[in-house]
């Protein structure tokens, strides 16, 4: 088995930025309520003629152009998205296009918040077993489209952004370990109800606003915190590495306070953590991939750091990836 790492990341926000007091002129909410409940202070929201693909594009040139590779390199594209640009075909496959990967194999993966990392272990194991040589992973999302903005109990929480990260096989470091779960029997907690062979687009489905992300926000906070804190002892368990040798924890920015409760029970505090949710708010698959993505150009991590990616998500899913630098 060949040895697997990160050789390049990158990431996209779309201008246009949506704060806490312009929400308050449209919904009744406050800068107060979101800041202490959430910890978001604004969030990124793609342009009219922006669609997920054009955010993964600019993620995916950002990340080759790290890696120093070019598009013909890349011989597998996997988009982690549940905003895709349609229903088919797949937005990896319209990433392909648009970059020029000819070369590439391309799926997407609808595992939520959790996407980013059930891609890279997908994508990881192909590398490791010798099928592909480089892998273009990217998290993209334009969650604007599927908010309810009459609702605030959601409409606060949600952002547009990409990330992206180039696998490849590397000579030291690399990816030690991957951790993944589902339980579907929680889905009715998170979802977008309508839209699909359930409940197919009709007048009815646009006017009870069933297009639109529905949460149980409440009950999905305590699962996210044990699911969050489980998925980081097993992964590390299973890398045979103690939490005290992990430099830096990247979470889903889901909410500052969801990290603050994990960190709680790991025994960490809140600065072993990389958060940015106050600039982007949760933007699903692609907030793990931009974080990553800014944690490396911002220093926080370094060569021969110990890296740990935590996520849930929608389905329920969560997993979580132990990443030496
Ligand atoms: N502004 C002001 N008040 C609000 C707002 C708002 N934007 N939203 C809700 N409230 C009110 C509620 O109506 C309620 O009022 P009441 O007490 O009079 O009934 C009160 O605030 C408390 O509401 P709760 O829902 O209990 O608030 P909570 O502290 O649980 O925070 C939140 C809500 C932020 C949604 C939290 O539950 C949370 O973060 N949950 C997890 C969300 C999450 O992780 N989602 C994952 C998405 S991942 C993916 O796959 C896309």
């Known amino acids: 088995m060949k040895r697997v790492g990160v050789i390049g990341v990158g990431k996209y926000l779309p201008k246009k930025i949506l704060s806490n007091s312009d929400l308050e002129k449209t919904v009744d909410t406050s800068d107060e309520w979101i800041t202490t409940r959430t910890g978001i202070k604004e969030r990124r929201l793609a342009a009219k003629t922006e669609a997920t693909s054009d955010l993964a594009l600019k993620a995916a040139k950002d990340a080759l152009l790290d890696a120093k590779l070019n598009p013909s390199d890349v011989e597998l594209i996997i988009v982690a998205t549940v ?122 489905t646009i006017d009870s606003r069933l297009h639109c992300i529905k949460m149980r926000g409440n009950e999905l906070f305590k699962v996210a915190v044990n699911t969050m804190t489980h998925a980081a002892e097993a992964v590390l368990k ?13 979470p889903h920015q889901a909410n500052t306070r969801i990290i603050a409760a994990v960190g709680k029970k790991l025994g960490l505090s809140l600065d072993k953590f990389y958060l940015n949710i106050e600039r982007y708010g949760n933007m699903s698959s692609a907030s793990l991939a931009v974080a990553l993505c800014e944690a490396v150009k911002e220093g926080r991590i370094k060569k021969g750091d110990t890296v740990l990616l935590d996520a849930f998500g929608a389905g329920l899913v969560w997993g979580a990836c132990v990443i030496k630098w």
């Open 238 to 250: 299973q890398a045979g590495i103690k939490i005290s040798e992990v430099n830096l924890i990247i």
């Open 83 to 204: 905003t895709p640009d349609m229903q088919f075909p797949a937005t990896a496959c319209l990433l392909q296009n648009s970059l020029g990967a000819k070369n590439a194999v391309c799926f997407d993966v609808a595992a939520a918040c959790a996407g980013f990392i059930y891609a890279i272990s997908i994508a990881q194991q192909f590398i490791a077993r010798g099928v592909y040589k480089n892998a273009l992973v990217v998290g993209a999302e334009t969650l604007s489209t599927i908010t309810d903005w009459q609702d605030r109990s959601t409409c606060v929480l949600f952002g547009d952004g990409a990330g992206a990260a180039v696998l490849s096989e590397v000579k030291s470091g690399g990816i030690i370990s991957t951790y993944l779960g589902s339980d579907g029997s929680m889905s009715e907690l998170l979802m977008v109800p309508a839209g699909g062979s359930r409940n197919p687009a009709s007048y009815k």
